[in-house]
């Protein structure tokens, strides 16, 4: 059976500083791994995938994420947080058949 | 249209009422899913469609849920005697077809109350 877990029900970041949001899944086979960002009145938007090959994963708005086979993670990491950023993180695992997390609701102090 | 359209956005019905509801995917997208986002949660996967059919439906809850795509199109979700705990947000998402290297693009879902 696949699942996620996000251990971080909310996070409070100040503007400018470091983010990081962590992801731990369970999976028969190799993971198919997504972050998705949810902002309110807002759909599901994917932010960054990893399938195979480099365990760095670049995405949008200046987010990358690390896949670390050892650890079963899937951590979201920015370097430097804008007030934009303020949303709920999903973190998932599957093919088509997604299996989210529960999410992280990030909040950004000025 | 520009991205997944969900109708309608908002449905407040009585419990034991039958609902249905919408979703337009990205035109040319054959690929088709359906979740469930309970208030706190996570998505959970309800159905995908490949085209006209129900590839795997082994997330509907229970026999009052049933989705079709009659053309392979347009997908509506129709829930019969709707119970309270049938609350939710329904999202719906499209994908140019199946496999790991499309990305399934979500509309804003539909916010069901049952009262």
């Known amino acids: 059976a696949q699942s996620v877990t996000q251990p971080d029900i909310h996070i409070t970041v100040s503007e400018g500083a470091s983010l990081e949001l962590r992801c731990n899944y369970s999976y028969g086979a190799t993971p198919y791994l997504f972050w998705y960002v949810q902002s309110p009145g807002q759909g599901l938007q994917l932010l960054l995938k990893?399938?195979?090959?480099?365990?760095l994963v670049q995405g949008i708005k200046g987010f990358e994420a690390e896949f670390k086979r050892s650890q079963s993670s899937f951590n979201l990491r920015k370097p430097s947080v804008h007030w934009s950023d303020a949303a709920e993180y999903f973190c998932a695992v599957g093919d088509y058949k997604l299996s989210f997390g529960a999410g992280t609701t990030v909040t950004v102090r000025a | 249209g520009a991205g997944v359209s969900q109708t309608p956005s908002n449905k407040v019905t009585e419990k034991g009422k039958y609902v249905e509801l919408r979703c337009d995917p990205i035109s040319g997208h054959t690929a088709l899913y359906w979740y469930r986002q309970s208030l706190g949660q996570g998505p959970e996967f309800l159905i995908y469609?490949?085209?006209?059919?129900?590839?795997?439906d082994s997330g509907l809850p229970n026999d009052r849920f049933f989705a079709v795509r009659p053309e392979g199109s347009v997908s509506t979700l129709k829930i019969q005697r709707t119970e309270r705990g049938d609350s939710a947000v329904y999202l719906c998402?499209?994908?140019?077809?199946?496999?790991?290297?499309?990305?399934?693009?979500f509309g804003q879902g539909t916010r069901l109350t049952v009262v």
């Open positions: 990893y399938f195979s090959g480099d365990t």
């Open positions: 998402a499209s994908s140019r077809g199946q496999g790991l290297n499309t990305e399934a693009f």
């Open positions: 469609f490949q085209g006209t059919g129900a590839a795997d």
